[in-house]
């Protein structure tokens, strides 16, 4: 599971998590948490609070950026996150390992392999934007790999990936950054160029004009007209896709 959504989706998650596998009791084998954003972790948390009893969690993957590292105007942001999600989901599954991501590593899920292809050490104590602390992964599964770049949006973390990567990011799915908000995601998305697109995306941002106004969304747009690419867009409902 990538990070867990707001607090009305722990349902979701635990539907889905019987649905796939078969059981009344599911296995999460590894769980990976993106950034301290409520719309990310709060979910998890409920997750947590609800569930905790039902479901068997082995592992949690992150690496979250210290306190200090956001100013104290984007404290009302991360507060609850660091306060009690964080904290509340750990005690709520104690027998989970957890486990500090870096840049570089691979680690195996079952059949799926996962590579960090970025996390907010690389700006080593500046101070950064929540969304730029994001955990960047790859996961390679049935032949396919899918890009999860979270809510990465700046210019300067995105031109690092480009720099470090470049064509080697190439992947089958790519999960669009920052749900196409604001982002200069651009620097490395040609490197990825992927078949398919998936657009997470709630309703009435998609009814918003300045949702239309920003460079990445406008080259999406542009690609899905065109039929460049095969995009799967979520707008407040659940998309399942085999691979």
Known sequence: VVDG??????VDIIAKAKELSGLDVPVIDAWILTHPHFDHTAGVYQFATRYANKVTVKNFVMNMAAGHRFHMK???EI????????A???CAFPEAKVWKAHTGQTFSVGDARVEVLYT???FHGVEMPVNDTSLVTRVFLSGKSLIFPADISGAEECQWIHDIYGTYLKSDYYQIAHHA??????RFYYDIDPEHMLWPLRARDWDRETMWTFPATKVYVEEMNAGKRIFHI???ENITLPL
């Not at 507060?79 to 964080?86: D, M, Q, V």
């Open 5 to 10: 959504g707001y607090d009305r989706n722990a």
């Open 74 to 76: 984007l404290w009302y």
């Open 79 to 86: 507060s609850a996150n660091y306060a009690c999600w964080i």
């Open 88 to 90: 509340g989901t750990l």
């Open 120 to 122: 907010q050490e690389e």
């Open 181 to 186: 908000w604001d982002t200069d995601v651009l």
């Open 234 to 236: 979520a707008r407040g």
